[in-house]
């Protein structure tokens, strides 16, 4: 027996509907996805329920977020922004594995919304979004792929404008760079609070630790601290690789070969682009030197930072370009702490290593010729786990 029929008034226009469609006020609380259907007569938009909260089947280590989470829910329940009707709109930046979207997961079980997840920018989202007459979390993971920078602008401008919004709304959007349209940024009537994440915090680290090492390999513990050091940043994939490595193999593995980001070494450098040998040095420091007044700076990162000429217009650099050809200050950066000969650098290789007033020689990555450098300051990676400089 077929159901009985069923018809549904759309703004005069009767559309026939399922003998077992009911009509919601609203979809109720709950996780939803925004889904597209489609048959012979027409695509619709409409809201799939996917979970009644986001659940997590693991443990979840030490974030940092309570002060954040309370912060945005305190805002949001605000009088000023109930009675005004406004929306909030949240920013999570960061690069993969530092805990944005299971930070952004966390918030929405706080709020205790329903949660309408945008994974696609369909043919009509943005009326879509707008008419929902509830209010609701709408999430956007992974924002700046699923709105494109110059061609969803428009889109994405408006729907966290939200001027036609039914009912309020909370904006949570993740990025793994913060490459969303300027009119974003700065504009804290559409995007309020913005949050980085960065390195893990050292009790998390210490608890991961503690769960995940195998007790026989307990020795390795302060060789995968001094691993987590040495990284350019960490994130929970980079700790479960490094204990995997000690797990699997009893120790890590000879060289430079896992695949995670080292640190890198900053260094503030003076270089000659037109003196091209070590043999130039005594000329230079000759010069220096007849430039520094007697017993006033000892060295010559100092004289560099505060020596002016008597009519104020010309630096030390202006001086030293004249004199020597174009001289400039420049940061470099490099995998190691000590500048060795043959070491690589973001600048070039160095072919004559620092002497103890700090000249050495590089040969740059685009160009013939070597340069006579002076190192001036090494400023080390932050220790990410101590967090102290090395």
């Known amino acids: 027996m077929s159901k009985s029929q069923q018809w549904i008034n759309e703004e005069g226009t009767f559309y026939p509907v399922s003998g077992d469609t009911r009509l919601l006020q609203c979809p109720g609380d709950g996780v939803f996805v925004v889904a597209e259907s489609s048959n012979q007569m027409m695509t619709r938009i409409g ?17 940092g977020t309570e002060p954040m989470i309370r912060l945005i829910k305190e805002t949001w329940e605000s009088a000023p922004f109930i009675e005004g009707g406004k929306n909030l709109g949240v920013i999570f930046n960061g690069i993969k594995g530092t805990g944005k979207t299971l930070s952004a997961k966390l918030l929405c079980n706080a709020i205790g919304l329903p949660v309408v997840i945008v994974q696609n920018n369909i043919k009509g989202l943005l009326p879509f979004l707008q008419s929902l007459n509830f209010e609701c979390v709408v999430f956007i993971d992974e924002a700046e792929k699923t709105f494109k920078k110059g061609e969803d602008d428009d889109i994405l401008l408006r729907l966290i404008d939200g001027v036609y919004n039914a009912k309020r709304r909370l904006y949570i959007l993740t990025t793994n760079r913060l490459t969303l349209n300027e009119n974003l940024l700065g504009r804290p009537g559409r995007i ?18 503690d769960d995940n090492l195998l ?31 000690v797990n699997i193999h009893g120790q890590f593995p000879e060289g430079p070969c896992l695949n ?10 003076l270089e000659f682009y037109y003196v091209e040998s070590y043999d130039a040095k005594a000329e230079v420091l000759e010069f220096i030197k007849s430039k520094m007044k007697e017993g006033e700076y000892v060295s010559i990162n100092e004289w560099l930072g505060k020596w002016r000429s008597a009519d104020g217009e010309k630096d030390a650099e202006d001086i030293l370009s004249k004199e020597f050809g174009y001289a400039t200050t420049i940061k470099m950066t490099s995998s190691t702490s000590v500048l060795w000969r043959d070491t690589s650098t973001s600048q070039g290789t160095i072919v004559r290593e620092p002497d103890s007033e700090g000249f050495f020689v590089l040969h740059p990555y685009y160009g013939d010729s070597d340069r006579l450098c002076i190192l001036l300051k090494r400023r080390e990676s932050p220790s990410l786990y101590r967090g102290m400089l090395v």
């Open 215 to 245: 007790p026989e390999y307990a020795s390795q513990r302060e060789k995968i601290l001094e691993q987590i050091d040495m990284l350019e940043i960490s994130t929970i994939d980079i700790l479960k690789a490094l204990v995997d490595e």
């Open 260 to 269: 995670i980001p080292t640190a890198k070494f900053i260094y503030d450098i």
């Open 47 to 63: 809201l799939r329920r996917i979970a009644d909260r986001f659940e997590f089947d693991f443990k979840i280590y030490e974030l």
């Open 192 to 209: 309020r609070y913005r949050f980085e994440f960065s390195n893990l915090l050292p009790q998390a680290i210490e608890a991961y630790l």
